[in-house]
């Protein structure tokens, strides 16, 4: 049997918690942020968890849990 290989842009993306969520970052926190208020960028700083409809999805990309 080959090898089950994990898809390392999805590795980097995501992270998994000890409890065995899938937690990712908030989108445009990367540049243009003058335009942006405080209160805004400190809520893009944090991470959410991955909503249901995905989970199945990026689990059989991360075959082997190596979520960063």
């Given at each position: 049997m080959?090898?089950?290989?994990?898809?390392?842009?999805?590795?980097?993306?995501?992270?998994?918690?000890?409890?065995?969520?899938?937690?990712?970052?908030?989108?445009?926190?990367?540049?243009l942020n003058i335009h942006k208020s405080g209160s805004n960028l400190r809520t893009?700083?944090?991470e959410v968890e991955l909503y249901k409809g995905k989970r199945k999805a990026i689990r059989r990309m991360l075959p082997n849990g190596l979520a960063h």
């Open positions: 080959p090898k089950i290989k994990t898809r390392k842009t999805c590795a980097k993306r995501f992270k998994q918690t000890g409890t065995g969520k899938l937690m990712h970052g908030h989108a445009h926190h990367n540049h893009l700083t944090s």
